[in-house]
């Protein structure tokens, strides 16, 4: 144990510097938190538009001991920002946070930990969620900490391309602005315009603008991520997301393909045949560019398809250069007379307060730290919320990165050694490149990410032990949408009860037919998966991800054990026949892995043909927002 406790500085009230505060509290650490900006919420209450609204819903979106009782709701910001005031009332941790207090430099000292320097002042924006008043005594001050957690995430500062031109534009009267800077599609009525960037801030300002603009021409150099709906059917679209689902091999990545397009297709809109364009729209874009859960980051919005199919607007290619208002595109393309271009072209990786170039360097792959959180050689600094999920949220990644930290912080865990640290480095950037490879510096492969976080921290759930001791929870737990609270189940933290309680409210999402065939194509999968775990066959990229494989290599191994009691009973027909269903299936798993980057073709493998079989998903209490 510690003699004396550590000081901790934490930079950020976001999400990441929330949840690090009351880590840190519920292990009897006390911090101080400074928030540049005078309210917490980080980039929601910073540079939000009033009619943004979360990508993820409220299925999964909450602090794990912190659940949502509604939990079939994409919020509107101001709704997330209360839920966040909330979850600070509730672990009583607003007294560490010193607002309106910007970080501007952080010094490594050489006999340990970390000169910080504070200018405290009104920073404020003037953003629509801020303080019209605000009385702020400026000044400037440092303090020495043991401990520095940066958690301000991601996004610092606008990454805005430097476009051959843009000048001219400008001059002749075009508005040149930043998705940051974006605040109201009212701003833009009447206007031509034109949206470049198809990430999620860029496709739902396509959206909007699309209602009211003159005309919207989306630009963009590869296509957008995965096309996700916010809600298809009377469902949120990520009710879906099981824990079933995202352990499968990831390459298997062609049946998620063909599977997601066949769905897509199938959805029919009687009564709106735009809804069932934009669909189709979106199963195109995501086939042509083999985009899926298992091969790119997710773009939870449906912008893009609903502006193009409901309000006409128009998809170009790559900007080339401006020439006055006209903006030429690389598709060799043009549009004249543009009123304004907005630019959704993402945040710099960058951390401000660090001025030693080197250490910046260190720092801008944040794949190549230990849990995208720590360098090998610097274990007083934490990175938090520097990981991007390709699916599922953000918070829980977040979340599980405070936990992490804080058991290393009050002594209670201790970082592996060094080599330990490299190895897992390495597994991940091979992980990673092997699956993800187009996604962003940040991106995580969310079950990968988070099971290996909840292994050192020692609150990874048991599914062998829950298959056996409570059934009825392993149920939603592997196939109902996955849910933050499973990692409270045991451990540091853990609150079971609560728990199994948020558990079991698990909504099922409701197409029955399509629910059926696709957990068993998801079960045989990993069923196939056991197979390969338990006799060592195959390539480690055809192993299950995740708590789950256990369960499956115990399946296995019954199945298994079946066939050999069937021979020693001389049943010899049974035995054969299920040691050739066995076989095949695994053939066939195989078979759409050996696949690689090519589009299978379907009509070639069973698996595919049970892949969202040809029904049609029909507008059954239908909510209005995709």
């Excluded at 003699?3 to 009897?28: H, R, Y």
């Excluded at 303090?143 to 990454?159: A, E, I, T």
């Excluded at 998801?522 to 055809?542: E, M, P, R, T, Y």
């Excluded at 299920?578 to 078979?591: H, P, R």
């Amino acid at each position: 144990m510690q003699d004396k406790k550590p000081t901790v500085c934490v930079v950020g009230a976001g999400i990441a510097g929330l949840a690090t505060s009351k880590e840190l509290k519920d292990v009897g650490i006390s911090c101080d938190l400074y928030e540049m900006m005078p309210v917490i919420g980080g980039v929601f209450a910073h540079y939000g538009w009033k009619e943004g609204k979360l990508t993820s819903s409220t299925c999964f979106t909450w602090f794990s001991d912190f659940p949502i009782e509604d939990r079939q709701k994409h919020l509107a910001w101001p709704e997330w920002l209360a839920y966040l005031a909330k979850y600070v009332e509730h672990n009583g941790t607003k007294d560490c946070f010193n607002f309106n207090c910007k970080v501007v430099e952080t010094k490594k000292v050489a006999t340990g930990g970390w000169d910080v320097t504070v200018h405290r002042k009104n920073w404020s924006n003037g953003h629509w969620t801020h303080p019209e008043k605000i009385d702020v005594v400026e000044e400037t001050f440092t303090k020495h900490y043991d401990y520095l957690v940066m958690g301000s995430g991601l996004h610092h500062g606008p990454s805005m391309p430097e476009w051959e031109g843009a000048c001219s534009f400008k001059k002749a009267g075009g508005t040149l602005i930043h998705s940051a800077e974006f605040r109201k599609a009212e701003d833009f009525a009447g206007k031509n315009v034109v949206v470049v960037g198809t990430g999620e801030s860029g496709s739902d300002i396509a959206w909007l603008c699309s209602k009211v603009a003159k005309k919207v021409h989306i630009s963009y150099r590869n296509g957008p991520g995965t096309l996700f709906p916010h809600n298809i059917n009377g469902n949120t679209a990520d009710i879906r997301d099981s824990r079933l689902t995202y352990s499968m091999p990831r390459t298997v990545w062609p049946l998620l393909l063909e599977g997601q397009k066949r769905f897509f297709n199938n959805i029919q809109h009687e009564d709106n045949k735009a809804r069932q364009k934009a669909f189709k729209f979106a199963a195109d874009q995501n086939y042509k560019n083999k985009n899926c859960i298992f091969t790119i980051n997710a773009c939870k919005s449906f912008g893009i398809p609903k502006a193009v199919c409901f309000n006409d607007a128009e998809v170009k290619g790559q900007v080339c250069h401006f020439e006055g208002k006209t903006v030429y595109f690389k598709d060799g393309s043009k549009v004249e007379d543009v009123d304004a271009v907005i630019a959704a072209t993402g945040f710099k990786i960058d951390i401000p307060a660090i001025k030693d170039m080197e250490l910046k360097k260190k720092y801008a792959h944040p794949r190549y730290l230990w849990k995208n959180m720590v360098a090998v050689d610097e274990k007083e600094f934490f990175l938090v919320g520097f990981c991007r999920p390709h699916q599922i949220n953000l918070i829980t990644c977040c979340e599980m990165q405070a936990r992490a930290l804080s058991q290393i912080i009050s002594g209670k865990k201790s970082f592996p050694t060094d080599c330990e640290m490299k190895a897992d480095i390495e597994k991940t950037v091979e992980h990673m490149a092997h699956t993800f490879s187009r996604g962003y510096k940040g991106l995580v492969d969310f079950i990968f990410f988070n099971d290996g976080l909840a292994k050192f921290i020692g609150c990874e759930p048991n599914y062998v032990k829950t298959f056996f001791t409570d059934p009825m929870m392993w149920y939603p737990m592997t196939f109902g949408a996955f849910q933050p609270s499973q990692y409270r189940l045991s451990g540091p933290g853990a609150n079971p009860k609560q728990a199994r309680d948020a558990i079991m409210k698990t909504p099922y999402y409701k197409w029955r037919k399509e629910r059926m065939s696709r957990d068993l194509n998801c079960f045989l999968v990993n069923f196939a998966g056991g197979f390969f775990d338990l006799f060592g066959i195959g390539s480690k990229h055809l192993r299950m991800q995740g708590q789950l494989r256990p369960v499956f290599k115990m399946f296995a191994m019954w199945y298994v054990t079946a066939v050999l009691g069937l021979v020693a009973f001389e049943q010899y027909w049974p035995a054969g026949a299920m040691s050739f269903g066995a076989f095949q299936l695994c053939k066939f798993v195989g078979g759409i892995s050996a696949s690689d980057r090519e589009n299978p073709d379907p009509t070639k493998n069973f698996l595919m043909n049970m892949s969202h079989p040809s029904f049609a998903y029909t507008k059954k209490d239908e909510k209005k927002e995709m």
